[in-house]
Structure formats: C-alpha cells, structure tokens
C-alpha cells in the first residue's frame, strides 16, 4: 500500500516560517517527482512547487523566493520549507507523487498518489 503522510502543519503568524514534510512508503522514492499542492475553502487545488527525480525544482510565482522544496531520497521524505508566510498561503499543503516522464508537472490530474493533507493558518 502507498502512502504519502504529511507533518508540519500549524498555526502561524504573518511573517513567519513553517517546514511541513512528506514521508512516502510503498513505493519506488528515488524514481519519482515529488510535489506540494495547497487548496484554500472553496478554492481549487492549485500547485506550489516540485522537485524531480534529478533534483531540479519548480514554483508556482506566488511562493517563488520564499519557498523551497528538498529531498532525501534515502529517508523517502520530501519536504517545503515556507519563510516570510502570508495570509494567503493559508491552505491545506498537500504531498504528490508522479511517475510519468513528458507530463505538465502542474497538472492535478498528472499525478499518481495523494497525501492526505496539512494544515498551514497563516494569521495576519
């Protein structure tokens, strides 16, 4: 069985930083991209940033600068760390997994398995 569990999650305020983590079993780690997805109240899941199996890395433009996604492939964990939080990255974080080479990596629908999600509060 695959599961991806997600950790990290909290309460905070404006202007400060939260690391959230992803630990991943069942499945071939090292070959897949990783990815965070968030989805606010009555919004659609929209995506946040990736890392591949080579370890390059993606963000949406919103989180570029102040946020920052690793890997270590030999505890299965992928993480996301977030500095300088603001109001609107409030949102339940999501971890994915992709196997699939040549696909938009930003897509919902491109990716294999799902966490079950984190809960990020960012007060103002």
């Known amino acids: 069985q695959v599961q991806l569990v997600e950790r990290g999650g909290g309460l905070v305020q404006a202007g400060d930083s939260l690391r959230v983590s992803c630990a991943a079993s069942?499945?071939?780690?090292?070959?897949?991209?990783m990815a965070w997805f968030r989805q606010a109240p009555g919004k659609e899941r929209e995506f946040v940033a990736a890392?591949?199996?080579?370890?390059?890395?993606f963000y949406t433009d919103s989180v570029k600068g102040r946020f920052t996604i690793s890997r270590n492939n030999g505890k299965n964990t992928v993480f996301l760390q977030m500095n300088t939080l603001k109001p609107e990255d409030t949102a339940v974080y999501y971890c994915?997994?992709?196997?699939?080479?040549?696909?938009?990596?930003?897509?919902?629908?491109?990716?294999?398995?799902w966490g079950q999600g984190t809960q990020v509060t960012v007060s103002s």
């Open positions: 994915a997994a992709d196997l699939t080479v040549g696909r938009p990596y930003t897509s919902i629908d491109e990716y294999d398995y």
């Open positions: 069942g499945l071939p780690f090292n070959k897949y991209l």
């Open positions: 890392i591949s199996r080579d370890y390059t890395t």
